[in-house]
């Protein structure tokens, strides 16, 4: 296999195709790498970001820092769209943890809501005349 990495001045580039990873995978895994690689990243072309690397040791083989960075970014890339595909889940189970944990917090939340549904009510009463108002009365 070719490798695609441009090495430079005791740096690695690595080049990562947006379409592939979304921006926040790439900072993320950067910010992973920041105990063992000075890390810099640069737009090269529309849909590609270069990754610069330099091993903060000086010791380390430039080839095995990119690919190890690669696996980094491939871990947060997986982390940030189980997060978005179960995220809505995560959150139902959070806070029925948090509810079980204090049914204080439920009774409140549901004053609140209904508060919020209330205030909807009267928003739109004030905004459409009553129906009650215009319509015709009807004897029996």
């Given at each position: 296999?070719?490798?695609?990495?441009?090495i430079?001045?005791?740096?690695?580039?690595?080049p990562?195709?947006?379409?592939v990873?979304?921006l926040?995978a790439?900072?993320?895994?950067?910010?992973?790498?920041?105990?063992?690689?000075h890390?810099?990243?640069e737009?090269?072309?529309?849909?590609?970001v270069?990754?610069?690397?330099?091993?903060?040791?000086g010791?380390?083989?430039?080839?095995?820092l990119?690919i190890?960075?690669?696996?980094?970014?491939?871990?947060?890339?997986?982390?940030?769209?189980?997060?978005?595909v179960?995220?809505?889940?995560?959150?139902?189970?959070?806070?029925?943890?948090?509810?079980?944990?204090?049914?204080?917090?439920?009774?409140e939340a549901?004053?609140?809501?209904?508060?919020?549904?209330?205030?909807?009510?009267e928003a739109?009463?004030?905004?459409?005349?009553?129906?009650?108002?215009?319509?015709?009365?009807?004897?029996?």
């Amino acid at each position: 296999m070719k490798s695609k990495f441009e090495i430079a001045d005791d740096w690695v580039k690595v080049p990562v195709d947006l379409k592939v990873y979304p921006l926040q995978a790439i900072h993320s895994s950067g910010y992973a790498f920041m105990d063992r690689a000075h890390v810099r990243l640069e737009q090269d072309k529309k849909d590609l970001v270069g990754v610069w690397l330099k091993p903060k040791n000086g010791k380390q083989d430039l080839q095995e820092l990119a690919i190890e960075y690669g696996d980094e970014l491939l871990n947060y890339a997986h982390y940030f769209t189980s997060l978005k595909v179960h995220g809505d889940n995560m959150k139902l189970l959070l806070q029925r943890a948090l509810f079980s944990a204090s049914p204080s917090i439920v009774k409140e939340a549901e004053e609140k809501e209904i508060e919020n549904l209330i205030k909807e009510l009267e928003a739109e009463e004030k905004q459409a005349p009553s129906k009650a108002k215009t319509a015709p009365k009807t004897e029996k």
